[in-house]
């Protein structure tokens, strides 16, 4: 049990490699994904804790309030399972990239950063890259987030900002940023263009937005288009409205 | 004090038709919104503070602590506001409608109520209507979720789902609920049709949707395009995708 209890931070989880996945819907996606390596339950008749052990799983019970002690969430539901990070690296998901992915640039609030990744596996995009600064991608309060679809798509992160836009600009991956200061309206014609091939969006803190070393760097500056009277959306509301742009040019519907 | 107190609670908002201000940008957009009645402040040189006394509006110094006890958050940057809820009716709204409103159907987390005004503010939206289910307009956490466009567009409810629909059926204003069922693609050709005069689209509960008894009231019904491994979008996301796609068919970008 404390051994599942250390993976509630995050330094443990970058060592071990492993997160905690709390709930059923978590806990289904997980061993869906063959991540699963334990699971701690408070039924002994509970299902997917005997499927999981039908595999081959180890299956711990445990009292509720055990339970809760390795929980971030109040009410865990009866489950929770010790889970490999699936690695994936910057070259595997780049190489070649036939569609798009995501970079979420310093998004540190971890409800954004979960909801991003889960309209990322929506729309198809390849993967979800997190810079430093970004929420650490496997915390519970993210993986909740994802409503079970952190397998769905790949993830990795967080990574150096300079090494993302290198590796992405030395594969001639278009980098499309997201911000409030374009004329260029991510609808308009130039993106069309800039998103016809593989390309990334990037987004920015929630603050602070991308800063300026990024926006120069990057090969267009596009702006979703918004009523005078508000200034910014929310960052992930941003996101689904710019990766459904480029699903609708890069999957069939 | 403790009558600012008071509209923490859902009850005393209703009843006196006011809510609560956290925080700088809550409090600007209110007082650009001539809704505010009371400011609360901790430091008397504060600049906004001082512009609402101009205006007349009643200014009260308090301590960190009262101030912290008429606030949600653990951090309330420094001044609070009593405002009047702009009331608006559903005729207001609807007589006539020449773009688009969206329909909270019990959406009952704050965060995403919150970020679907945002959202709907950005977009053009006419206004955001909420019905019985759904979480309060008015607390501390919608409040803050809309990041000050909670004055930026109007919003009413919560109202009796069949009221609306009616409301909306009586002006002829087609009626699109955004559900996972459908074959028919919020993107194709007749959604395109449907949305292309004055239409509200219908968003349900995070847990379960929009019930059978909606999705048969409604003109058409349908889905967000999602990859085969995917179930659902967060409702906040899934509002930004199908309100910028009316966006793009009714402002000029």
Redesign the interface.
């Known amino acids: 049990v404390s051994g599942a209890r250390d993976l509630l931070q995050s330094k443990n989880r970058r060592i071990r490699q492993q997160f905690l996945a709390e709930g059923p819907q978590a806990v289904s996606a997980a061993l869906a994904a063959d991540l699963v390596s334990q699971v701690f339950v408070v039924d002994e008749f509970d299902e997917l804790a005997q499927a999981a052990h039908r595999a081959g799983i180890r299956r711990s019970i445990v009292t509720e309030a055990g339970l809760k002690a390795m929980c971030e969430t109040v009410s865990p539901q009866g489950i929770v399972a010790v889970c490999q990070i699936p690695e994936v690296s910057l070259e595997e998901v780049l190489t070649p990239l036939t569609g798009f992915v995501v970079v979420c640039v310093g998004v540190s609030d971890p409800?954004n950063l979960g909801?991003i990744i889960?309209?990322a596996?929506?729309?198809?995009a390849r993967a979800v890259i997190t810079t430093t600064g970004s929420a650490d991608l496997w915390s519970g309060k993210v993986v909740r987030?994802t409503?079970?679809?952190f397998a769905?798509v790949a993830v990795t992160g967080p990574l150096d900002e300079d090494t993302v836009l290198t590796a992405l600009s030395s594969r001639s991956i278009t980098t499309v940023a997201a911000a409030g200061q374009s004329e260029v309206?991510i609808?308009?014609a130039e993106i069309a263009a800039a998103t016809a091939g593989p390309h990334a969006w990037l987004l920015g803190s929630e603050a602070h937005g991308l800063s300026d070393q990024t926006l120069n760097q990057v090969d267009v500056v596009a702006t979703?288009?918004?009523?005078a009277?508000?200034?910014?959306?929310?960052v992930?509301?941003?996101?689904?409205?710019c990766l459904?742009a480029s699903?609708?040019r890069h999957?069939v519907?």
Chains 1, 2 share one sequence.
């Open positions: 409800g909801t889960r309209t596996a929506a729309a198809g987030s409503v079970g679809t769905a309206s609808f308009g979703i288009p918004m009523a009277n508000v200034e910014s959306l929310n992930a509301s941003a996101a689904a409205i459904y699903r609708l999957v519907a």
